[in-house]
Each structure stands twice: as structure tokens, then as C-alpha cells.
């Protein structure tokens, strides 16, 4: 299957501050990404879909201003957690899927954020 | 709106045994199935998907799946349980939006492995 690089994997930073995750898609292009946050012991909640070149889809409740997305190239997607705090932290999930009909969405390994 | 559920909450099976995941799906039209495996502190895998066609799906690591329109199921099952399969399993259903291709996940099945 194909390989989506999520970086970095954790990551602790104090409130206020911003942190940028990353999400590469290493062997394919794709059109198509999608940021998820997961809650301990839940499921993935969407957050966001963001096609290459245009301006992210942000699902209800999720504040764009907070969660920015950017989706520049082809293989590379950035979420930018703004101003963070300590509710901010979470599990982030990124997927990548490469265009045409039919395929399925493959995942990132995960950003396990706490902000503190 | 599609939904996705996933009955059991936790499963508890033998090593060697056998598995039945349960996956029930609400969805307007023919959907996109997929199943799904991560582990603690990990992203997704996936372990299948049913598009169209067969609706015996063969996945990873032995796994497979049945779609029975007839009873919006999308059942996960593997015929002997290894001890490396204990994860979080998801069921998912796409899409959520036509054209959108996003997914809709089910809570998960958590399954432990007795050796």
C-alpha cells in the first residue's frame, strides 16, 4: 500500500504557543487530504478535508482560525494548531488519498499533541 | 446521514480461535466499506475495502469481510486469532459526501487476545 508520513509524532508545547504537523504522501499524489483528532478511547472525529490548491472544507464545530490547514503541493498537507491549549491535546490523524475513482484513504502514523 | 456501528465495544477471544467483528451500516446508496486496524499510539492500517463487484472481500493478514447488502452488515472475520491482532479494529463507511470521499467511523472494537 501507499505510504503517508505524518511528523512529528508527538509533540509537547506550552499554551499560547503554535505547532505545525506535517503530512506527507511518499510515494503518490494526492489530491486529497484529510485531518482527523481522536479523542483516548474514541473514534476519529473529521475535522477537515483539504484539496491541493484550494481552501479547506472544515467540518461543524471546528474553528478554521484554531486549525490551520494547507494543502501547497501535491504530497504535503500542514495542520497548525494556533494559540494551543491544554484541551487542544489530542491524537491528530491524517489521510491521503491519491485521485481517481475508487481508492481508499491511507493514514498517517498519528501526532499525539499535549499541550501544557 | 450515514451512520456506522459497531455492536461490540470489546471482544475477548483465544488465541487460535476463531473472530467475528460486527459492523452495521446506515447509508443511502451502495456504499464504500472499509475496514480498518490500529494499534495503541498508531495511525490506521487498512485491513480491506469493498467497492463493488465480489462481496467476499480478502484482506492483510487473513482477514476478511462479507457485505450483506440484505442486512447492512460488513462483518470482519479471521479464521485463527494470532496474539498480534490485538488492536482497535474500525469499521468505516464512505462516502460522507457525494464527491466528497470522506469517511464515517464506526466507535471501534477493541480486541484482546488470550494466549
Known amino acids: 500500500g501507499a505510504v503517508v508520513s505524518q511528523h512529528p509524532s508527538r509533540v509537547i508545547c506550552k499554551s499560547g504557543t503554535s505547532v505545525k504537523i506535517e503530512c506527507r504522501s511518499l510515494?503518490?499524489?494526492?489530491?486529497?487530504m484529510f485531518w482527523y483528532r481522536q479523542f483516548p478511547k474514541q473514534s476519529l472525529m473529521l475535522m477537515a478535508t483539504s484539496n491541493e490548491g484550494s481552501k479547506a472544507t472544515y467540518e461543524q464545530g471546528v474553528e478554521k482560525d484554531k486549525f490551520l490547514i494547507n494543502h501547497a503541493s501535491l504530497t504535503l498537507s500542514t495542520l497548525t494548531v494556533t494559540s494551543a491549549h491544554p484541551e487542544d491535546s489530542s491524537f491528530y490523524i491524517c489521510?491521503?488519498?491519491?485521485?481517481?475513482?475508487?481508492?481508499?484513504?491511507?493514514f498517517g502514523q498519528g501526532t499525539r499533541l499535549t499541550v501544557v | 446521514a450515514q451512520s456506522v456501528t459497531q455492536p461490540d465495544i470489546h471482544i475477548t477471544v483465544s488465541e487460535g480461535a476463531s473472530l467475528e467483528l460486527r459492523c452495521n451500516y446506515s447509508y443511502g446508496a451502495t456504499p464504500y466499506l472499509f475496514w480498518y486496524v490500529q494499534s495503541p499510539g498508531q495511525g490506521l492500517q487498512l485491513l480491506l475495502k469493498y467497492f463493488s463487484g465480489d462481496t467476499l472481500v480478502q484482506g492483510i493478514k487473513g482477514f476478511e469481510a462479507e457485505f450483506k447488502r440484505s442486512q447492512s452488515s460488513f462483518n470482519l472475520r479471521k479464521p485463527s486469532v494470532h496474539w498480534s491482532d490485538a488492536a482497535e479494529y474500525y469499521c468505516a463507511v464512505g462516502p460522507s459526501r457525494a464527491g466528497s470521499y470522506q469517511l464515517t467511523f464506526g466507535k471501534g472494537t477493541k480486541l484482546s487476545v488470550i494466549p
Open positions: 489521510s491521503a488519498r491519491r485521485q481517481g475513482r475508487n481508492t481508499e484513504a491511507f
Open positions: 510515494d503518490f499524489q494526492a489530491t486529497t
